[in-house]
C-alpha cells in the first residue's frame, strides 16, 4: 500500500488545520491506521491510531482533546483533525499503515511522505 499526506501548512496559534492520508490498494479497510510527528531535532512520535473501521481511538496526551482521527474506508483516507494547535505541534506529520494497533512507530510497516504542519505562536 502507498500513502500520501496532504494538507500541512503555516498556521497561528490557536488555528485549526486538517490532514489527510490518502491510500492506494484494496487493502485499506484491513489497515490501522497512525499519525506520528517528528519535530526539529526530534525522533518520530505518536500523535493518533485508529482501528480498521474508527471504533477505537487512541491519542498522546499532548494531543487528547484538540486532534481528531477519523477515517472513510469508501475513500481510503484517513484524517487527522488538529484544532487549537500551539506552537510545539510545529512538526514534519506522517500517516502509516500497520496491522495491528498500536502507539510504536515500528509496528507500522507503510509510511508516506509525511506533510509540513508550521504553527507560529
Known amino acids: 500500500v502507498q500513502l500520501q499526506a496532504s494538507g500541512g501548512g503555516l498556521v497561528q496559534a490557536g488555528d485549526s488545520l486538517r490532514l489527510s492520508c490518502a491510500a492506494s490498494?484494496?487493502?485499506?479497510?484491513?489497515?490501522?491506521m497512525g499519525w506520528f510527528r517528528q519535530g526539529p531535532g526530534k525522533e518520530r512520535e505518536f500523535v493518533s491510531c485508529?482501528?480498521?473501521?474508527?471504533?477505537?481511538?487512541y491519542y498522546a496526551d499532548s494531543v487528547e482533546g484538540r486532534f481528531t482521527i477519523s477515517r472513510d474506508n469508501a475513500k481510503n483516507t484517513v484524517y487527522l483533525q488538529m484544532n487549537s494547535m500551539k506552537a510545539e505541534d510545529t512538526a514534519v506529520y506522517y500517516c502509516?499503515?500497520?496491522?495491528?494497533?498500536?502507539?510504536?512507530?515500528?509496528?507500522?510497516?507503510?509510511w508516506g511522505h509525511g506533510t509540513q504542519v508550521t504553527v507560529s505562536s
Open positions: 490498494g484494496p487493502t485499506f479497510r484491513r489497515l490501522v
Open positions: 502509516g499503515a500497520g496491522t495491528y494497533l498500536s502507539t510504536l512507530k515500528q509496528q507500522y510497516s507503510h
Open positions: 485508529s482501528d480498521r473501521i474508527g471504533g477505537s481511538t
